[in-house]
């Protein structure tokens, strides 16, 4: 446990790996028990495309939206803590589950036709987890939250 809080990148890596499994229509747990006789006689329409309309995307375009989503899930769960980010005011005001979910949107419509697979993903992680304390690494995950947030996926 001691070895836990001094490394608060498995804190971190926790988080993350919870906040990639939300939302998944294919999770019966995240389902209700018991389901009302109006739900079932009207179902709900679904907002995930067809896969024949799914565009082709580049693998670095998928990399880059699977970083943003670990990034910014790392950075939420931080700030969820009561930790601090490292991040100015301006980008800790702007971090949102709603971002992350974006690009985790983006990521589970394009990663399998892209050729992403888990490897690549946890390999995202550990270099996530894996930088130093120093100036440049806090830049760049500065930097990387800042493109993220101003960008779409």
């Known amino acids: 446990m001691i070895k836990t809080l001094k490394h608060p990148c498995f804190l971190l890596v926790a988080v993350a790996a919870s906040l990639a499994g939300c939302g998944s229509s294919d999770n019966p747990a995240s389902a209700s028990g018991a389901a009302s006789p109006n739900a079932i006689s009207e179902p ?3 907002s995930t ?3 024949a309309t799914v565009e082709v995307v580049s693998r670095e375009r998928v990399l880059r939206a699977m970083r943003c989503q670990i990034v910014l899930s790392q950075s939420i769960g931080v700030a969820m803590a009561n930790a601090d980010t490292g991040l100015p005011p301006d980008l800790v005001s702007r971090l949102k589950v709603s971002a992350v979910a974006r690009w985790q949107d983006f990521t589970e419509a394009h990663a399998e036709a892209a050729g992403v697979q888990a490897s690549d993903r946890a390999e995202i992680v550990v270099q996530s987890n894996s930088l130093s304390s120093t100036d440049e690494d806090r830049q760049r995950t500065i930097d990387i939250v ?4 101003d960008s779409q996926p």
Do not use: S, T
């Open 44 to 46: 709900m329409p679904v």
């Open 49 to 51: 495309p067809a896969p």
């Open 146 to 149: 800042r493109d993220c947030l």
